[in-house]
């Protein structure tokens, strides 16, 4: 492994100032996110919406790196340069999603264990060969009525750390993705209590997998109310208890923190990343984002899958990721939504 490439590379993810693009939905995700806005999906179509968000103005300002999937890094931008190319050209990383999915987890009734750790490394080299320079595996807890279970965060755990191993091996910088989901009616105290237990077991896991903190990113949900929780928690409490958990169990050579959004309206997201960065806090590791929904929402309903609408919804994808720059410095505030693009 050649420590030194992967550190730069992780450094580079969290740049001051940038973030993330996630826009590695599978081919069923894209395709449902595409058909509840009447958008017919096909390779076509799913390629001219990754080519609209690459290729949108001014992106490289606010973006260190996107997160392809494996359809996408291996098409091309309109005049046929490989997307990953055209990305480094760019100044932007091309970063891939390299698990193959959350599955039921045999003997754990409502829990998830995320699979893809078979012919791994072959499939790492490929993508190296390809221009990828990071990766991303995403794992995923739910809370719910006696759930998580240790047995499901433990699981999960040791697949995230065996996953980064192999890609730092591979000279790819991983990023390590524990979802603690947002889904049902659970406080934020439930929430601290879930993530802080799965974050400690994660960074056992990789410590005994011999993964190199300073060459990795975290990439974890916030600790927030359940989505139908009755008593929902105000911003400031999210940040606190966000910045809390994480200073708990994430090492300080850490490279840095690129949250999910997790179902968060876009404002949501905005301002939640904010407020961390307001509270005067200096913790050891950049706080940024890695948002997907939170990026792209308004930029897909605005495209509605006509080429015509193309500089619009690129707009709004700048634009956002615009926003959630400021967040990472904790520059960000209301007002600056009302100048929407
Ligand atoms: P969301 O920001 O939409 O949660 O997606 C982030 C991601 O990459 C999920 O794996």
Not at 169 to 192: F, K, Q, S, W
Not at 298 to 311: R, S, T, Y
Not at 321 to 326: E, G, P, T, V
């Amino acid at each position: 492994m050649s420590a030194q490439e992967v550190i730069t590379t992780a450094k580079a993810m969290v740049a001051q100032g940038k973030g993330i693009l996630a826009m590695d939905e599978s081919t069923g995700t894209c395709t449902k996110r595409f058909e509840a806005l009447g958008i017919k999906s096909t390779d076509e179509s799913r390629r001219q919406y990754r080519d609209l968000l690459l290729t949108a103005p001014g992106l490289s300002d606010f973006i260190s790196g996107a997160i392809l999937y494996d359809e996408t890094i291996r098409q091309d931008v309109l005049d046929g340069t490989p997307f990953p190319r055209f990305m480094a050209d760019n100044g932007i990383l091309p970063g891939i999603k390299v698990d193959t999915g959350a599955k039921d987890l045999a003997g754990f009734p409502g829990e998830k264990i995320t699979e893809g750790l078979d012919g791994l490394r072959e499939r790492l080299a490929e993508y190296k060969k390809m221009g990828a320079k990071f990766t991303k595996w995403r794992a995923v807890i739910t809370i719910g009525d006696g759930i998580p279970s240790m047995g499901c965060i433990q699981a999960n755990a040791h697949a995230l750390a065996r996953y980064a191993a192999l890609c730092q091996e591979a000279g790819l910088a991983p990023i390590v993705e524990p979802e603690v989901l947002i889904d049902g009616d659970h406080t934020i105290e439930r929430c601290y209590e879930v993530a802080n237990e799965t974050l400690h077991t994660v960074f056992n896991e990789l410590y005994r997998q011999r993964v190199l903190f300073e060459g990795m990113i975290l990439k974890p949900s916030m600790v927030i109310s359940g989505k139908k929780c009755s008593k929902r928690a105000g911003v400031q409490q999210v940040a606190e208890m966000t910045v809390d958990v994480l200073l708990n169990n994430v090492p300080a050579n850490v490279a840095g923190v690129a949250f999910l959004s997790g179902g968060q309206s876009n404002e949501e997201a905005t301002a939640h990343l904010n407020a961390m960065n307001q509270l005067g806090i200096d913790t050891p590791w950049p706080l940024t984002f890695s948002y997907a929904r939170a990026l792209q929402q308004p930029a897909l309903e605005l495209w509605k899958g006509d080429q015509k609408n193309v500089p619009a919804a690129q707009k709004a994808l700048a634009f956002r990721a615009k926003l959630n720059s400021a967040a990472s410095k904790g520059a960000y505030d209301e007002k600056q939504e009302k100048q929407a693009a």
